[in-house]
Structure formats: structure tokens, C-alpha cells
């Protein structure tokens, strides 16, 4: 069940920003002092370090990319690598309630 939550976690705020243009993404985030691309950012290296510890590799800075546009790519291929690492279901929805509240704050 905890890919599902994760997955649909995901699409829910790749819906929500997918349509989005570069001063949406450099508008402030409703929590913290930090951009809206900076948040979910944050969120793409969180998950990223996540599948790295699932696979038992050295977690590696993801690249911070010019265009914001492609934050929700870099999502959801950081999603999918968490799921295919075989990360334990309670990682998984760690990850799905990280997601979820990064919804909230955008």
C-alpha cells in the first residue's frame, strides 16, 4: 500500500505544479522563508537520499537544474527510484507524508 501512497502522493503535486511558470516557482512558499522551487527541491534531495540508503549507495547531491520546469520530473524519477530500491513500506510512507506536506506549503 505504501507504493500507492507514494505514488499518489506525487502525482497530486505534480498536478498542482506541473502548469506552473518561473515566477510561480520564485513566489515564497506558505511556510519557512524559501521559494516554492527551493521547497520542492528540498524535497526531490530528501527523496534522493532516501533511495540512495535503500540501495546502500552514497547519497549524491542532486543537481539543481536552471529551469524550475523540470522540478517535477526530477521528482517523480527520485520517486521512482525509492520504489525500485525496494525501500521498507514504512520509508516509503515517510516519503509519501514528506511529499504531502510539501503539497500544504506550496
Not at 21 to 46: D, F, K, M, Y
Request: aromatic share 2%.
Amino acid at each position: 500500500m505504501s507504493v500507492d501512497e507514494l505514488t499518489r502522493a506525487v502525482d497530486l503535486l505534480v498536478r498542482q505544479v506541473g502548469h506552473w511558470q518561473g515566477p510561480r516557482w520564485g513566489a515564497a512558499a506558505s511556510t519557512g522563508n524559501t521559494s516554492r522551487a527551493a521547497l520542492v527541491h528540498r524535497l526531490v534531495q530528501e527523496i534522493a537520499n532516501r533511495a540512495a540508503d535503500a540501495e546502500g549507495r552514497p547519497r549524491r547531491t542532486v543537481p539543481r537544474l536552471d529551469n524550475d520546469l523540470a522540478l517535477p520530473d526530477q521528482l517523480r524519477v527520485v520517486s521512482a527510484d525509492l520504489v525500485a530500491a525496494g525501500a521498507p513500506a514504512a520509508v516509503l510512507a515517510d516519503a509519501a507524508a514528506e511529499v504531502t506536506a510539501t503539497r500544504h506549503a506550496l
